[in-house]
């Protein structure tokens, strides 16, 4: 990934606390698990700022890269049985939106003093092969669709933010693969004619 | 989307979307329609969702799509390239080519300075030809083939391949005429090329001078390999490749093989030859009829052409063969023939005792590196010196990719020499590998398979436990024969390549291979259960079958006779001879029956079945040759001699087709001595060969009253569909339109279930007819037709075509008239007619296109002969008067007494050209006068 080689403890200290969170929170502790999405939060958040520090323009950041390096440290956390849980992804994956989202809304302000015009915005998008997508854009476009479709928003969310593979959606979720990949047309049609416009 | 959003049943739409795309294009609209109930917004936001139902990465998970922080991605390539540096490597020069896939530039090495070419690829539309593309040049890393030497995506361009630049002109008419020595060179060059591909399971497709250039040395270097690779299902490939260098059989629809490819070379060697261009590229149906229609004698008047020295002749003649059968079986034997002195695929003796003996093979463009002595020195250093050794180690560089042999010598890059001396490539192991002994079992199964393979693929199709195929896989290994691919499946390395196979289990693999192009899920499978040649004869069997229901008949009769050659138990040569004939009589091809015949003479069966099958092929054969009375008495008389079913339902046929040939007055004998009198016999065959005698004497009412008791005596859902189709047919033949409009619907909802596309393509077309019959023009629908294409379904594409030629000439498009029946001429050839033209379609392309290739061979006669309905008959004699042409005696009489045996109401379905009354006008204004 990269050729940082930091012994640094806050990353062991964060195995740690997790290790203990992850405990209470599968003795179905809430509190715990808004205690991990905090804390995962917060390391992802400050990957993420660190990846994209001073990159120029086309440096690519894969949400999957930051999932993975986060993974490897929290292996050493004793809990790989949670870890290698379809539940963790899914947690992983709302935690990945929001630290992505947050990212591209802080970057939006510094840069342009909050609301401003979006001509020229210099932002987040997604490129697949087909069209870009702004990650704010994203981001309002599959609020809207958990409105409509809470499940369908569920799954692109698992899919795009947490790189959880259709298998795993559908054990998440307690649903037929069949189930998920029509979810994923859906939402896929859905989100895109919106944002297409 | 709207403010109405809010209000919308979303779930409603979400599922009617969901059903909506599983429904093929061209009935989404009215499927739509039909389950929303008419709800505007609903249909207009299942549009909106299904509009945006695209295959194209969208928000494809992380890995495809990344996040990125530019905003200005170019979306297309400038057409100025120039300066641009690819991958930091590839200096862009100038558009050198434009293909369908995309540009291809010049560019520069500049790491390596030699010159490249770079093909940037269009988005989205090329995504599946990349693929391909890639996939075949990566498994073709092969001399005579152009090398892909670097891919990956560009942020401005998109996706580059960056292959060697070949320089060179087009292998064909622009190249002659050239002498017969320097063709044979070429060509025996080209044929060697050809059978590596083809050792590799696949391919070309698409051999033309443009796809091969022949450097000044005269070696072809294969370029596009685009569309080759493992053929694809018949169905969806009915066309694939350039009109004019097309293989006849291709152009039937048959799926190309390798001899397919051997008719290209065939015709680019002998354009290369005589600097003649056999077929004008121009109008692709006129070639491709010209394509179907090809015999020997034609090609025996191409040989006689006085640039053709003796010599070439019986060299090209065997290429050039009409029938693939009588084409060589593979480019390796081909390769034979043009260069005997080195039989397969030798290459030229290296000499061994000293470097510069060695040096002696090197040969190349890059003599001014001094690559022979740097060669030689490091072939020195690397081998005992032995020739034996050093042949194996140039076989291992080809094999790595590192140089080539050709047919002048070894030609090895600097670049490559410069990786062999740092050390880069060590020592390859020899060409002939060891297997370990306890891996032998397995080797068999593993080699036949192109694709890679699992271990319980393995353990099913060697029927070992799958610990054992592990262990077993896990030698292989280790020895370095397998690797393990990035999937964790077992792929051969090319050592494993080079394991010989016993004779038996190559030769049938091979061929199995081959004849199994028509392309069916199972074939991995198959392959692999090839490899267990003790059971060819039951896999055979289980090809043919399968060969015979993808409607690909060379394939069918291919697998049959190989399974027949290998001396099957009785049962399994009895069921292979039954498939054969069914698969041939329905096509009226009589080369297969009388190849069936011949092999059934030959057959070791009991004399009782053996007649039998002799007598259906005989009657068949009779019955092609216009003697359907004697056909009739040629069939077996003791029908209850063979209980089994094949041979029931072969018998069942046969008498079927003769049915349909025969005069109406003996149908009605044949039936009544068949199946007794239908009121007294309940059996839904009776029933069924009844409605069909009916209606082929079109006494339509009782036809219909017939399918209708059938219909409620079907046994299963299956067989309901088919029986419905009939009626459907019944009430469209008798008019009923809105009659036929409701069964249409049942049917249309029943098929969907059923998934059966043909017969949906079918029921849209009917629904269209019906539109047409009312006398509500519907526009033309390219998305039908191209359904219908996809069914390939030759006599019904026909037909569908037939009547979009009808409704474009309506509407006043000539054009479009004129292409749609030369293409339904060329489908009706393909298809159930046997060497026959639909001789309405035939007609109507007459009158449209009155100077292109007047067919003079048949009479106005002969045609009614041939026709299929009273319809057509009175349509054939009013397109000869439209054209101005005299009526021959007896027309007149033949159109009236036709005209008064049709109900009045019973025209206007599918292909009716003409109505009514412009048949009687257009008989009229030739000075007649018929009575209705």
């Given at each position: 990934?990269?050729?940082?080689?930091e012994?640094?403890?806050?990353?062991?200290e964060?195995?740690?606390?997790?290790?203990?969170?992850?405990?209470?929170?599968?003795?179905?502790?809430e509190e715990?698990?808004?205690a991990?999405?905090q804390?995962?939060?917060?390391?992802?958040?400050r990957?993420?700022?660190?990846?994209?520090?001073?990159?120029p323009?086309?440096?690519?950041?894969?949400?999957?890269?930051?999932?993975?390096?986060l993974y490897?440290?929290?292996m050493?956390?004793?809990?790989r049985?949670?870890?290698?849980?379809a539940?963790?992804?899914?947690?992983?994956?709302?935690?990945?939106?929001?630290?992505?989202?947050?990212?591209?809304?802080?970057?939006?302000?510094?840069?342009?003093?909050g609301?401003?015009e979006?001509?020229g915005?210099e932002?987040?998008?997604?490129?697949?092969?087909?069209?870009?997508?702004?990650?704010?854009?994203?981001?309002?476009?599959?609020?809207?669709?958990?409105?409509?479709?809470?499940?369908?928003?569920?799954?692109?969310?698992?899919?795009?933010?947490?790189?959880?593979?259709?298998?795993?959606?559908?054990?998440?979720?307690?649903?037929?693969?069949?189930?998920v990949?029509?979810?994923?047309?859906?939402?896929?049609a859905?989100?895109?004619?919106r944002?297409?416009? | 989307?709207?403010?109405?959003?809010?209000s919308?049943?979303?779930?409603?739409?979400?599922r009617?979307?969901l059903?909506?795309?599983?429904?093929p294009?061209?009935?989404?609209?009215?499927?739509?329609?039909?389950?929303?109930?008419?709800?505007?917004?609903v249909?207009?936001?299942?549009k909106?969702?299904?509009?945006n139902?695209?295959?194209?990465?969208?928000?494809?998970?992380?890995?495809?799509?990344t996040?990125?922080?530019?905003?200005?991605?170019?979306?297309?390539?400038?057409?100025?390239?120039?300066?641009?540096?690819?991958?930091?490597?590839?200096?862009?020069?100038?558009?050198?080519g434009?293909?369908?896939?995309?540009?291809?530039?010049?560019?520069l090495?500049?790491?390596?300075?030699?010159?490249?070419?770079v093909?940037?690829l269009?988005?989205?539309?090329?995504?599946?030809?990349?693929?391909?593309?890639?996939?075949?040049?990566?498994l073709?890393?092969?001399?005579?083939?152009?090398?892909?030497?670097?891919?990956?995506?560009?942020?401005?361009?998109?996706?580059?391949?960056?292959?060697?630049?070949?320089?060179?002109?087009?292998?064909?008419?622009?190249?002659?005429?050239?002498p017969?020595?320097?063709?044979?060179?070429?060509t025996?060059?080209?044929?060697?090329t050809?059978a590596?591909i083809?050792?590799?399971?696949?391919?070309?497709?698409?051999?033309?001078?443009g796809?091969?250039?022949?450097?000044?040395?005269?070696?072809p270097?294969?370029?596009?390999?685009?569309?080759?690779?493992?053929?694809?299902p018949?169905?969806?490939?009915?066309?694939?490749?350039?009109?004019?260098?097309?293989?006849?059989e291709?152009a039937?629809?048959?799926?190309?093989?390798?001899?397919?490819?051997?008719?290209?070379?065939?015709?680019?060697?002998y354009?290369?030859?005589?600097?003649?261009?056999?077929?004008?590229?121009?109008?692709?149906?006129?070639?491709l009829?010209?394509?179907?229609?090809?015999?020997?004698?034609?090609v025996?008047?191409?040989?006689a052409?006085?640039?053709?020295?003796?010599?070439?002749?019986?060299?090209?003649?065997?290429?050039?063969?009409?029938s693939?059968?009588?084409?060589?079986?593979?480019?390796?034997?081909?390769?034979?023939?043009?260069?005997?002195?080195?039989?397969?695929?030798?290459?030229p003796?290296?000499s061994?005792?000293?470097?510069?003996?060695v040096?002696?093979v090197?040969?190349?463009h890059?003599?001014?590196?001094?690559?022979?002595?740097?060669?030689?020195?490091?072939?020195?250093?690397?081998?005992?010196?032995?020739?034996?050794?050093?042949?194996?180690?140039?076989d291992?560089?080809?094999?790595?990719?590192?140089?080539?042999?050709?047919?002048?010598?070894?030609?090895?890059?600097?670049?490559e020499?410069?990786?062999?001396?740092?050390?880069?490539?060590?020592?390859?192991?020899?060409?002939?590998?060891?297997?370990?002994?306890?891996?032998?079992?397995?080797?068999?199964?593993?080699?036949v398979?192109?694709?890679?393979?699992?271990?319980?693929?393995?353990?099913?199709?060697?029927?070992?436990?799958?610990?054992?195929?592990?262990?077993?896989?896990a030698?292989?290994?280790?020895?370095?024969?397998?690797?393990?691919t990035?999937?964790?499946?077992?792929?051969?390395?090319?050592?494993?390549?080079?394991?010989?196979?016993?004779?038996?289990a190559?030769?049938?693999?091979?061929?199995?291979?081959?004849?199994?192009?028509?392309?069916h899920?199972g074939?991995?499978?198959?392959?692999?259960?090839?490899?267990?040649?003790?059971?060819?004869p039951?896999?055979?069997?289980?090809?043919?079958r399968?060969?015979?229901?993808?409607?690909?008949?060379?394939?069918?009769?291919?697998?049959?006779?190989?399974?027949?050659?290998?001396n099957?138990?009785?049962?399994?040569?009895?069921?292979?001879?039954?498939?054969?004939?069914?698969?041939?009589?329905?096509?009226?091809?009589?080369?297969?029956?009388?190849?069936?015949?011949?092999?059934?003479?030959?057959?070791?069966l009991?004399?009782?079945?053996?007649?039998?099958?002799?007598?259906?092929?005989?009657?068949a054969?009779?019955?092609?040759?216009?003697?359907?009375?004697?056909?009739?008495?040629?069939?077996?008389?003791?029908?209850?001699?063979f209980r089994?079913?094949?041979?029931?339902?072969?018998?069942?046929?046969?008498?079927?087709?003769?049915m349909?040939?025969?005069?109406?007055?003996?149908?009605?004998?044949?039936?009544?001595?068949?199946h007794?009198p239908?009121?007294?016999a309940?059996?839904?065959?009776?029933?069924s060969a009844?409605a069909?005698?009916r209606?082929?004497?079109?006494?339509f009412?009782?036809?219909?009253?017939?399918?209708?008791?059938?219909?409620?005596?079907?046994?299963?859902?299956?067989?309901?569909?088919?029986?419905?189709?009939?009626?459907?047919y019944?009430?469209?033949?008798?008019?009923?339109?809105?009659?036929?409009?409701?069964?249409?619907?049942?049917?249309l909802?029943?098929?969907?279930?059923?998934?059966?596309?043909q017969?949906?393509?079918?029921v849209?077309?009917?629904?269209r007819?019906?539109?047409?019959?009312?006398?509500?023009?519907?526009p033309r629908?390219?998305?039908?037709l191209?359904?219908?294409r996809?069914?390939?379904?030759?006599?019904?594409?026909?037909?569908?075509?037939?009547q979009?030629?009808?409704?474009?000439?309506?509407h006043?498009?000539?054009?479009?008239?004129?292409?749609?029946?030369?293409?339904?001429?060329?489908?009706?050839?393909?298809?159930?007619?046997?060497?026959?033209?639909?001789?309405?379609?035939?007609?109507?392309?007459e009158?449209?296109?009155?100077?292109?290739?007047?067919?003079?061979?048949?009479?106005?006669?002969?045609?009614?002969?041939?026709?299929?309905t009273?319809?057509?008959?009175?349509?054939?004699?009013?397109?000869?008067?439209?054209?101005?042409?005299?009526?021959?005696?007896?027309?007149?009489?033949?159109?009236?007494t036709?005209?008064?045996?049709?109900?009045?109401?019973?025209?206007?379905?599918?292909?009716?050209?003409?109505?009514?009354?412009?048949?009687?006008?257009?008989v009229?204004?030739?000075?007649?006068?018929?009575?209705?």
């Amino acid at each position: 990934m990269d050729d940082r080689r930091e012994t640094g403890e806050p990353d062991d200290e964060l195995a740690r606390m997790l290790a203990d969170l992850f405990e209470r929170m599968e003795q179905g502790d809430e509190e715990a698990k808004n205690a991990v999405f905090q804390l995962l939060y917060e390391d992802l958040y400050r990957r993420a700022a660190r990846h994209m520090r001073g990159q120029p323009k086309g440096i690519t950041l894969s949400p999957s890269d930051l999932l993975g390096e986060l993974y490897l440290k929290l292996m050493h956390s004793g809990r790989r049985h949670f870890l290698d849980s379809a539940h963790f992804l899914g947690f992983c994956a709302k935690v990945m939106r929001h630290v992505l989202i947050d990212y591209a809304r802080r970057k939006n302000s510094q840069k342009r003093g909050g609301d401003r015009e979006r001509e020229g915005y210099e932002g987040i998008t997604f490129a697949g092969e087909g069209i870009q997508v702004d990650i704010l854009d994203l981001h309002h476009a599959l609020e809207k669709l958990d409105e409509i479709n809470p499940e369908a928003a569920q799954v692109i969310e698992l899919k795009f933010f947490g790189k959880v593979t259709t298998k795993q959606i559908a054990e998440i979720m307690g649903r037929s693969t069949t189930w998920v990949d029509d979810k994923l047309a859906f939402a896929r049609a859905w989100l895109r004619s919106r944002l297409g416009d | 989307m709207t403010e109405d959003e809010d209000s919308l049943d979303w779930d409603l739409v979400e599922r009617l979307f969901l059903q909506t795309r599983m429904q093929p294009p061209v009935k989404r609209e009215a499927f739509l329609e039909r389950m929303a109930d008419g709800d505007a917004a609903v249909i207009e936001a299942v549009k909106r969702l299904l509009a945006n139902d695209v295959d194209d990465g969208f928000l494809e998970p992380p890995g495809h799509a990344t996040l990125l922080t530019h905003l200005h991605a170019a979306d297309a390539p400038r057409p100025d390239l120039t300066g641009h540096l690819l991958f930091g490597q590839y200096a862009l020069g100038l558009v050198i080519g434009r293909g369908a896939t995309g540009a291809v530039y010049a560019g520069l090495d500049q790491f390596r300075e030699r010159p490249v070419a770079v093909k940037i690829l269009r988005r989205h539309r090329a995504a599946k030809a990349v693929r391909s593309e890639l996939a075949s040049l990566r498994l073709l890393r092969l001399p005579g083939v152009v090398r892909l030497i670097d891919d990956g995506p560009d942020a401005q361009l998109g996706y580059c391949l960056v292959m060697e630049m070949v320089e060179g002109r087009p292998f064909g008419p622009a190249l002659g005429p050239m002498p017969w020595e320097s063709v044979r060179r070429t060509t025996a060059a080209l044929l060697e090329t050809l059978a590596r591909i083809h050792a590799r399971g696949m391919v070309h497709k698409d051999l033309k001078p443009g796809n091969v250039l022949v450097s000044e040395e005269g070696l072809p270097t294969m370029l596009d390999l685009g569309i080759s690779g493992v053929p694809k299902p018949s169905a969806s490939t009915p066309l694939i490749g350039t009109p004019s260098y097309m293989a006849p059989e291709v152009a039937n629809g048959e799926v190309p093989d390798e001899r397919s490819d051997l008719h290209a070379v065939g015709l680019m060697a002998y354009e290369a030859l005589t600097g003649k261009k056999l077929y004008d590229a121009g109008h692709t149906p006129t070639t491709l009829m010209a394509k179907r229609g090809l015999t020997r004698e034609q090609v025996d008047d191409w040989l006689a052409d006085e640039r053709v020295p003796d010599a070439a002749r019986p060299l090209l003649a065997p290429l050039l063969q009409p029938s693939p059968f009588e084409r060589p079986e593979s480019a390796r034997l081909a390769h034979a023939q043009f260069e005997p002195a080195r039989a397969g695929l030798g290459h030229p003796a290296v000499s061994a005792g000293s470097e510069a003996g060695v040096a002696a093979v090197f040969r190349g463009h890059e003599r001014v590196f001094h690559i022979p002595s740097d060669a030689a020195r490091e072939l020195w250093r690397r081998t005992t010196g032995e020739a034996r050794d050093v042949q194996a180690e140039l076989d291992a560089w080809e094999r790595a990719r590192l140089g080539r042999w050709e047919a002048d010598g070894y030609h090895i890059g600097r670049a490559e020499l410069e990786e062999l001396r740092a050390g880069f490539h060590p020592r390859i192991p020899p060409a002939q590998p060891t297997v370990p002994e306890g891996a032998r079992p397995l080797l068999p199964y593993v080699r036949v398979v192109p694709a890679p393979v699992t271990a319980a693929m393995l353990a099913e199709a060697a029927r070992l436990e799958v610990t054992e195929v592990e262990r077993q896989l896990a030698a292989l290994v280790e020895a370095g024969i397998l690797r393990i691919t990035n999937a964790g499946a077992y792929a051969l390395t090319p050592l494993g390549t080079a394991v010989p196979l016993p004779a038996r289990a190559a030769d049938y693999a091979g061929r199995l291979a081959n004849a199994w192009r028509g392309g069916h899920p199972g074939r991995l499978e198959l392959l692999i259960r090839a490899g267990r040649d003790v059971e060819v004869p039951a896999e055979a069997m289980y090809a043919a079958r399968h060969a015979f229901r993808g409607a690909s008949l060379a394939a069918c009769v291919r697998v049959c006779e190989l399974g027949l050659r290998t001396n099957p138990p009785a049962g399994t040569e009895y069921g292979l001879l039954v498939v054969l004939l069914r698969a041939s009589i329905p096509q009226s091809r009589e080369e297969a029956i009388e190849r069936a015949l011949m092999l059934v003479e030959r057959s070791r069966l009991p004399q009782a079945k053996r007649r039998s099958l002799e007598q259906i092929a005989r009657a068949a054969l009779l019955t092609m040759r216009g003697k359907g009375a004697r056909a009739w008495d040629a069939l077996p008389t003791d029908r209850d001699a063979f209980r089994d079913e094949p041979h029931f339902v072969l018998d069942e046929m046969v008498r079927n087709y003769l049915m349909r040939r025969l005069p109406p007055e003996e149908q009605e004998a044949r039936v009544r001595a068949l199946h007794g009198p239908p009121d007294a016999a309940e059996r839904i065959a009776a029933v069924s060969a009844w409605a069909w005698v009916r209606l082929l004497q079109t006494r339509f009412e009782e036809a219909a009253e017939l399918f209708d008791r059938q219909l409620e005596l079907a046994p299963t859902e299956g067989a309901r569909m088919s029986i419905l189709a009939n009626v459907l047919y019944t009430r469209m033949l008798l008019f009923r339109l809105e009659d036929a409009q409701r069964i249409a619907t049942e049917l249309l909802h029943v098929a969907t279930e059923r998934r059966n596309a043909q017969i949906i393509a079918r029921v849209e077309h009917d629904l269209r007819a019906i539109a047409y019959a009312k006398g509500e023009l519907p526009p033309r629908d390219p998305e039908l037709l191209d359904a219908v294409r996809d069914l390939g379904h030759a006599p019904f594409l026909g037909r569908v075509l037939l009547q979009e030629a009808a409704i474009a000439w309506r509407h006043d498009d000539q054009e479009l008239a004129t292409d749609c029946v030369a293409e339904a001429c060329a489908q009706a050839t393909a298809g159930g007619h046997g060497d026959e033209v639909d001789p309405l379609a035939r007609s109507f392309h007459e009158l449209l296109a009155p100077d292109d290739e007047p067919d003079a061979h048949d009479s106005l006669m002969d045609r009614l002969d041939a026709a299929e309905t009273p319809s057509d008959e009175v349509q054939l004699i009013a397109l000869q008067a439209m054209r101005g042409e005299p009526l021959p005696p007896g027309a007149l009489d033949r159109f009236e007494t036709t005209l008064a045996k049709i109900p009045a109401d019973t025209w206007g379905y599918r292909r009716e050209i003409l109505s009514i009354d412009e048949c009687v006008a257009a008989v009229k204004s030739r000075g007649a006068d018929p009575q209705r």
